[in-house]
């Protein structure tokens, strides 16, 4: 078991990826979003009402470019919100 001067670090740099891939994010979504609309983790982005789908699919072939990774079909099919998208990056982050 690691002890708590190993971790720190680690858990320093996840934290990091969880801002940057926030913040990617919120920057490509924010010319479609209403100018009083706010964008949290639970704001849903794939039911058509905020970005159409070609625009989700946009975003995410940019993340993917962004973080060298690869979203599945499948995995895109189940993102509903903006939590959702980030924890998929995070999680195809910690499998490189």
Same mark, same amino acid.
């Given at each position: 078991?690691?002890?708590?001067?190993?971790? *720190?670090?680690?858990?320093?740099?996840?934290?990091?990826?969880?801002?940057?891939?926030?913040?990617? *994010?919120?920057?490509?979504? =924010?010319?479609?979003?209403?100018? #009083?609309?706010?964008?949290? @983790?639970?704001?849903? /982005?794939?039911? @058509?009402? +905020?970005?159409?789908?070609?625009?989700?699919? &946009?975003?995410? *072939?940019?993340l993917? #470019?962004?973080?060298? *990774?690869? /979203?599945?079909?499948?995995? =895109?099919?189940?993102? +509903?919100?903006? %939590? &959702?998208?980030?924890?998929?990056?995070?999680?195809?982050? %910690?499998?490189?």
């Amino acid at each position: 078991m690691p002890d708590t001067i190993e971790l *720190i670090p680690r858990k320093v740099a996840r934290v990091s990826l969880q801002m940057e891939v926030l913040r990617e *994010i919120r920057q490509y979504l =924010a010319p479609y979003l209403a100018s #009083d609309t706010q964008l949290s @983790g639970d704001t849903v /982005i794939c039911d @058509g009402t +905020r970005v159409d789908s070609l625009t989700v699919m &946009d975003l995410i *072939i940019q993340l993917e #470019d962004r973080f060298d *990774i690869t /979203i599945s079909p499948q995995l =895109a099919t189940e993102i +509903r919100t903006v %939590d &959702d998208l980030a924890d998929a990056i995070l999680g195809l982050c %910690d499998e490189r």
